[in-house]
């Protein structure tokens, strides 16, 4: 008799409003192991079970329970927060933790989408710089050809935020790591939206950046456009572009060769010159790979 009493409840369950955690498991669409596990902390006590064996019975009850707790669980509601949820069985304490963890998900989609963003910018750049190195590595391409040569180009209006600072005895070769975290972070806090690399531009005399004068200096990252006064037009004017691939402490001698081309092209330098870091030194770790497009506006003498 007491070994046929689970066949019997088994039995009489099936035909009442009770069931076996395997049917609890199928029609709920969770696994005994999580059934289990909800058991262990009391999240989901079945109902009928007999001591020291494996079976144990759910009501229908416990079943609307059950469903409930994974509608919460897919909503990322924590388990003791639900617990306390389906103990007090009060429709706005619901109300309230489905409400917040709205606000919680909605906080994470925004964090989602600027990080895919940044992402997206970073390929880009990473590509970009990628393809330049590879032209200049391919023994095939004709001399002169990118990213060698220099070229005469409209650059595009885009919008940035700026950051703009006067530094003494400042010095090219240094690359103010400060600076160029801050920009990024400054651009996070004020809720822009990133969209292209950080230009520096030397507010200074020509070339004053190589000889650690005091240099007014202006870090700005490409943003979406907004309405703040952080953000500023860049772009529209006509300049003198060339890519310097290496170590950025030597990219005067990328200057020089620039300069020498304005000098005999009878080009005059109009503007402050900027340098768009496609591939910078904060990006990755080996010099040679550091890709940077110098700007200098220029108009005809």
Known sequence: LHDALP???????????????????????????????????SLVVPEIRKEGSKYRYYSKDQMVNILIIR????????????????????????????????????KEIVELERSQREGEVLLRRLEEGSEI??????????????????KIEKVPKIHIYYSRKVMKAYHNEEVSLDRWAGIGDEVREHGLKSSGPIIVTYHTDLLDQFLSKTCDIEFG??????????????????????????????IIKTYVKALQWINQNNYKVSGPVSEEFIISPVDVKDENEHVTKILIPVNKE
Do not use: W
């Open 133 to 150: 190195i590879s032209m200049r590595d391919d023994p095939r391409l004709a001399s002169g050809s990118l990213p060698d040569e220099i």
């Open 221 to 250: 990252m490409q943003v979406e456009e907004c309405d703040s006064d952080k953000v500023r037009d860049f772009g529209g004017f006509m300049a003198v572009t060339i890519f310097h691939i290496g170590p950025y402490n030597d």
């Open 71 to 106: 509608k919460l669980r897919c909503l990322g509601i924590g388990l003791k927060e639900i617990k306390e949820i389906v103990s007090t069985n009060n429709l706005d304490v619901m109300k309230g933790s489905v409400t917040e963890r709205l606000d919680d998900i909605h």
């Open 7 to 41: 066949i019997f409840l088994e039995g009489r369950m099936n035909r009442t409003d009770y069931y076996s955690i395997g049917e609890v498991a199928s029609t709920c669409n969770i696994s005994i192991r999580t059934l289990r596990y909800y058991d262990e902390i």
